[in-house]
C-alpha cells in the first residue's frame, strides 16, 4: 500500500522568512495530494491540492509543487506569519477525495515573531 | 470549501458507557465518510471508511462491534465507541466527500476522554 514520508517532524522560521515542507510517496497509483493544517484540538483544514496532472499550484503565500518522477511533493509557505503555525500533514490517495487518504506524520511548524 | 460538523467537541464518560459522535455534511451530500482517530502529537489513522447505505469497511486491528459506524443518510454519520475503556480515550475525527465534492473535508473533532 501507499506509505507517504514527511519532514522535517519541526521547523521553527522568523516571521516573514519561507518555510518549506517535503513529503515523498511509495505508489506511483497515486494521483492526488492535499495538504491540510491542524491547530490545536481542532480537524484537519484543507490549504492546498495538487492532482497528478499539474506540477505547480499556488495560492497566494501558498504553493505546492509535485514532482511525479521522483514521487515527492512539497509545500511553500512564503512571508510567513505567526497565524502560520500549526500542524502540517501531507497526504496522498489514488482517487481524489474518493479513497482513504493516507497522510504523513505531520510538521509542526512555529513562526516565531 | 464545504462544511462538515461534528458533535460533540468533547466527551467524558465512565468507564463501561457509550458513547455517540455524530458527523454532518452541511452543504453537500457526502457520499462517502471516514472516520479517523488521531493520539496527542501523532498522524491519522483511519478507523473505517462508510458509504451511504452500505456497511462501514473498517481498518485492519479495529474492532466493528466497538466502534458501531452507521452512515444512513447522505448527510450523517454516526460512530458510537461501545463499552469504552480508558485506552479509548483520544481525538476522533470525520471527514466526508461527495461526487460533486471530490476533495476530502473534515469535522472538527471529538474529544473523548474515559474515565
Known amino acids: 500500500g501507499e506509505n507517504v514520508e514527511q519532514h522535517p517532524s519541526t521547523l521553527s522560521v522568523q516571521e516573514g522568512d519561507s518555510a518549506v515542507i517535503k513529503c515523498t510517496y511509495s505508489?506511483?497509483?497515486?494521483?492526488?495530494f492535499p495538504w491540510y493544517k491542524q491547530e490545536l484540538g481542532k480537524g484537519p483544514q484543507l490549504i492546498i491540492d495538487i492532482r497528478s496532472n499539474v506540477g505547480e499550484k499556488k495560492d497566494q503565500r501558498i504553493a505546492v509543487t509535485l514532482n511525479k518522477t521522483a514521487k515527492h511533493f512539497s509545500l511553500h509557505i512564503t512571508e510567513t506569519q505567526p497565524e502560520d503555525s500549526a500542524v502540517y500533514f501531507c497526504a496522498a490517495s489514488m482517487n481524489s477525495g474518493n479513497t482513504p487518504l493516507v497522510f504523513g506524520k505531520g510538521t509542526r511548524l512555529s513562526v516565531i515573531a | 470549501g464545504a462544511v462538515v460538523s461534528q458533535h460533540p467537541s468533547w466527551v467524558i464518560c465512565k468507564s463501561g458507557t457509550s458513547v455517540k459522535i455524530e458527523c454532518r455534511s452541511l452543504?453537500?451530500?457526502?457520499?462517502?465518510m471516514f472516520w479517523y482517530r488521531q493520539f496527542p502529537k501523532q498522524s491519522l489513522m483511519l478507523m473505517a471508511t462508510?458509504?451511504?447505505?452500505?456497511?462501514?469497511?473498517?481498518e485492519q486491528g479495529v474492532e466493528k462491534d466497538k466502534f458501531l459506524i452507521n452512515h444512513a443518510s447522505l448527510t450523517l454519520s454516526t460512530l458510537t465507541v461501545t463499552s469504552a475503556h480508558p485506552e479509548d480515550s483520544s481525538f476522533y475525527i470525520c471527514s466526508a466527500t461527495g461526487t460533486l465534492v471530490e476533495k476530502l473535508f473534515f469535522g472538527s473533532g471529538t474529544q473523548l476522554s474515559v474515565l
Open positions: 462508510s458509504n451511504e447505505g452500505s456497511k462501514a469497511t473498517y
Open positions: 505508489d506511483s497509483a497515486s494521483n492526488y
Open positions: 452543504d453537500f451530500q457526502a457520499t462517502t
